[in-house]
Every structure is written in C-alpha cells, then in structure tokens.
C-alpha cells in the first residue's frame, strides 16, 4: 500500500449495499435483457456503470446545499456559481445546463451552421457524437497512433494526431469545419490525458484555419493534474493554473459537472468572449433547458457545483483519485487480465477483444464480459467498444471500434480499495473463461445511442 495514497477524507455516512444470489442475478440479467444499464441499481453490488454523479460530496458541498435560493430568475446561487467558473477558466460568460448533454444539445447546433459539417475531436464520445449528428454534422475521431498501442507506456495516449488533424482540414475544406473538440481527459481513449504542447497545437492549427476550439472538459481537474505529474515543466506549476492554461486555448467550454464538479447532477456552458455565441446559446437554453440563470438546476445544486468545482482542484483529492484506478489496473495486470496501459483519471479500460478474440466485434465482446462480471460478482460495468459506437448515419452499417473496451468505471469518494481487491478478483476469474464465451445479438435496437435501451439475447 505504501505506492499508493491514502484517501484525503474520512467516512462520515453509509449506504448500505446487498449482493444477491447467482440465481437472481441470472434473472435480473435475463430480464434486462442482457443489458446492465436495464438493471435496478438495488441489484447491484458494486456499481462501476458510470463516474457521472455517481460520487459521495463533501460536508462542504452539504453545507452549500442549504445557502440554495431557489428563486427562477437572477438567483444568488447562479452567481455564486458564476464567480467560480469565472475563477478558474477566466471566460466572461457562464450558463448552466442539467447535465453535459444538456449544454451538448444547446451549444453544438450553434456552432454545425448547416448539414453536412465536420467536427473533429481526439475522440467524441456517445453523447458528444450524437449530438453532433442530431445538429447534422459528421464527427471524425482524431487520435495519436499511441493511444491503441495499449502496452506502450506513452504519458499522454489521449492527443490528437497533428498530422491527421491537418491532412482531415485539407481534405474537407476549413470552412466546412464547424468546431475542433479537445476531449479531455479522452474518455474513449481509456481515460487518457492530453498535453498542453499537443493542445497548443490544435489551438494554433485551428487559428490558422479559423476554426472554433471547444473543450469537452469533464474531466479538466484530472487532465490538469497528469500534467503536473507528466510534462516537463509543469511539476512546479498548481493544478488550478495548469488548468487555467487549458482555458486560455480554446474558445468555448462544455463539461459534464457530474465528473470533476463533484456534484450529481449539473452540467456547464462557458463562453470566453464571443457574446454572439453567448446570445444564441442563450437563446436555445430557455426552451430546452430552463432560464439562463438557472438551466434546469435547482439553486442548491448550483450551490454545490461551485464548492465542488474547487475540490475537483485539490492536489491531494487528485493524487488519490488517480492512484485508486492505478491500483485497479495493477491488480488487473497482475493476474493476466489486459488493459489500456498506464491507467487513465477514471476508470480501467479492459480489452475485451484479446479476453474473447472469437466474438465478432458485432457481437459485441466487451458486453458480453460485462454480462459474465455481473454473473460473477454482481458487480456492474459499461461497453466503450463497437456496441457504443453504434452505426454509420449514412449507410447504417454497424461501426468497428479500434479496442472493445469494458470500462470500470469509479464513482469519486465512494468505494475503498476491498471494494476494488473484489472487483479484480472477478474480472481476472470470468477472463479465464473468455475464450469460451459466445457472443450476443439485437432483440431490440433503438436508432440513436443504442447502447443504453438496448436488449439482446445469447447467440447460442
């Protein structure tokens, strides 16, 4: 233990949590039609499903929660939230939204002026890419060739492919380029950081090509905090300038705030000084999310966003949080199970397609391993492979992933390391019975973002 830190908090209230029989979770998988999003949490374990708002807030966030006005309009809570924004990413304009896919779904259309744009990022993820193709864009991954080399111990595996990056703005025109995305960390990628060099690239490619910048920031804090660790010349900087410096080069902020806002539920908007982009988001904001000032949050939650957004900046919080998913993947490692390699801010990335290399990708291998890990320990994980990214939105075709990923996925402040020991000693025990596994097949497949509502059944 002593090559990995201790938490920086102690336990001051519980929820209970009930493993029910094999038995039952053979039912309650089959009635989910073998799709763990479809299962009651009360049915789980350990939930690894999801980071966003999954995690345990602080007293301080607690406390917040009582300052909460709830007036609609101009509240003190939005202000107060507004101030903190304002503090860390430097940008002039601030509006809050439910939830990352609300500020998606506000912000992008603006930016994807007509059908048939492009948006690059390092990776989209399922939502980012969604709401691009919704608006009427195309989106294109652009990711370093390290990022699936998954043994190769490169610092920063979530950058863009520079080269590719303008070879793409070459063949398909800059103006019809509607937004460059910086994913960071790359969740996609297996929680990847991304360095400020790479990102001053992007940044100066786009300048030349006039093209808008949009961080996808979810994980800012944690992104900010490998640089310090990883890129010479940051090891003496703060994390909140570091993140600072992320701001300074792009033009537009979206986040998930359920991630490194510490909070559950919540997402951003920021703007750094295009007011007319401020207008139009403001304008889209009221009919889909609620008024400017408020954004489908209640004061209370705005309250605690604001105390969280700091926390996530904490220097020990992030030491800690990063070494409790390297301690996952070292215990993964050493019992022969293979992961995207070094670990990520958010999870372990598991390659299910070296686990099972006989499913098809269109059989979906990482849902299948999830399926076995919650058979095997009632512990419930996600599919970030071929199943997630879903299917061509001109010719229909399902798409192949580079990796068939499973994704454990852990909530902040919320399991300890036993928690993490068993979740280990169950993957690397239903690995050994990879090679044995069939795959799965639709039952029912919705048109867009498949991957949640989905049902399938065993191909026998």
Request: with cysteine; proline share 5%; net charge neutral.
């Amino acid at each position: 233990m002593k090559n990995y830190s201790l938490p920086p908090f102690k336990i001051k209230m519980v929820e209970p949590i009930k493993l029910i029989s094999k038995a039952e979770r053979e039912k309650k998988l089959e009635q989910a039609g073998f799709n763990p999003f479809r299962l009651k949490s009360e049915d789980v374990f350990i939930d690894l499903l999801t980071d966003s708002g999954t995690g345990a807030m602080s007293h301080f966030q607690w406390g917040a929660l009582m300052m909460g006005d709830e007036a609609y309009a101009g509240s003190r809570s939005f202000y107060r939230l507004e101030a903190a924004v304002k503090e860390i990413t430097g940008y002039k304009y601030v509006i809050p939204a439910h939830q990352g896919r609300g500020a998606e779904q506000v912000a992008l259309p603006n930016l994807i002026k007509r059908p048939g744009m492009y948006v690059i990022s390092n990776i989209h993820f399922d939502t980012t890419r969604a709401h691009v193709e919704l608006a009427g864009g195309r989106a294109i991954d652009c990711v370093c060739k390290e990022c699936f080399d998954l043994e190769l111990d490169y610092p920063f595996k979530g950058n863009f492919d520079l080269l590719k990056l303008k070879e793409i703005i070459a063949d398909k025109k800059k103006e019809n380029i509607a937004a460059i995305i910086m994913t960071i960390t790359n969740n996609s990628a297996g929680g990847q950081p991304v360095s400020l060099e790479n990102m001053r690239e992007v940044n100066k490619i786009a300048r030349e090509n006039g093209i808008p910048v949009v961080i996808d920031g979810a994980r800012y804090a944690e992104n900010a905090y490998f640089i310090k660790l990883r890129e010479k010349g940051y090891e003496n900087k703060s994390v909140k300038d570091i993140a600072r410096e992320q701001f300074d080069l792009a033009d537009l902020f979206l986040m998930s705030s359920k991630k490194d806002g510490l909070v559950n539920i919540g997402g951003l908007i920021a703007i750094k000084d295009n007011e007319e982009m401020f207008r139009a988001c403001q304008v889209r904001v009221i009919p889909m999310e609620g008024f400017p000032t408020y954004g489908g949050l209640s004061g209370r939650d705005m309250d605690a966003l604001a105390v969280g957004l700091k926390e996530a900046l904490e220097e020990d919080y992030l030491q800690y949080r990063l070494d409790e998913i390297r301690y996952l993947g070292d215990k993964l490692r050493a019992g022969g199970v293979p992961i995207q390699y070094p670990t990520g801010g958010h999870a372990v990335f598991v390659d299910c397609g070296a686990i099972c290399p006989q499913i098809p990708f269109n059989q979906f291998p990482a849902q299948v391993i999830c399926n076995e890990l919650y058979l095997e320990g009632g512990i419930r994980a996600v599919e970030i492979g071929s199943l997630l990214l879903g299917r061509d939105p001109d010719t229909h075709e399902n798409l192949r992933a580079d990796k068939e990923f499973l994704r454990l996925t852990i909530p902040r402040r919320t399991y300890t390391l036993e928690h993490l020991n068993y979740v280990a000693e169950c993957l690397i025990e239903v690995s050994k019975r990879g090679p044995k596994l069939k795959g799965l097949e639709f039952v029912y497949e919705s048109p867009i973002l498949r991957h949640f509502t989905a049902e399938f059944k065993p191909i026998k």
